[in-house]
């Protein structure tokens, strides 16, 4: 499994940005999708995943601010970040689960929130 994400720029704090994460590769049925990022000179961190029957999770950061979507049919995975903050800068990375539960990773898309 191929994950790509983008989506990622160049923003003002409390303007939005939609991520976009596209799965692709041989044979595969996707069981959760999720969210991380990694701010600078801190770790990874869990943002907000979405189950194949379209259960969301959310870090408490991100609740009633972001919302995270998916398209079964078409392996994609959205994003919509609105209101977006200072401490919301970070490499942004998509992570699927299968039902054979392998975990893959995307490349990571850079989201830069200025003042």
């Known amino acids: 499994v191929q994950l790509q994400a983008y989506g990622g720029g160049l923003v003002q704090a409390g303007e939005f940005l939609r991520l976009s994460c596209v799965a692709s590769?041989?044979?595969?049925?996707?069981?959760?999708m999720r969210w991380y990022r990694q701010a600078p000179g801190k770790p990874r961190e869990w943002v907000a995943d979405i189950s194949s029957g379209g259960d969301t999770n959310y870090e408490d950061a991100v609740k009633g601010r972001f919302t995270i979507s998916r398209d079964n049919a078409r392996n994609t995975m959205d994003l919509q970040m609105t209101s977006l903050k200072n401490e919301d800068t970070a490499v942004y990375y998509c992570?699927?689960?299968?039902?054979?539960?392998?975990?893959?990773w995307g490349q990571g898309t850079l989201v830069t929130v200025s003042s």
């Open positions: 590769g041989s044979r595969f049925s996707i069981a959760l």
């Open positions: 992570n699927v689960i299968t039902e054979s539960s392998r975990s893959y």
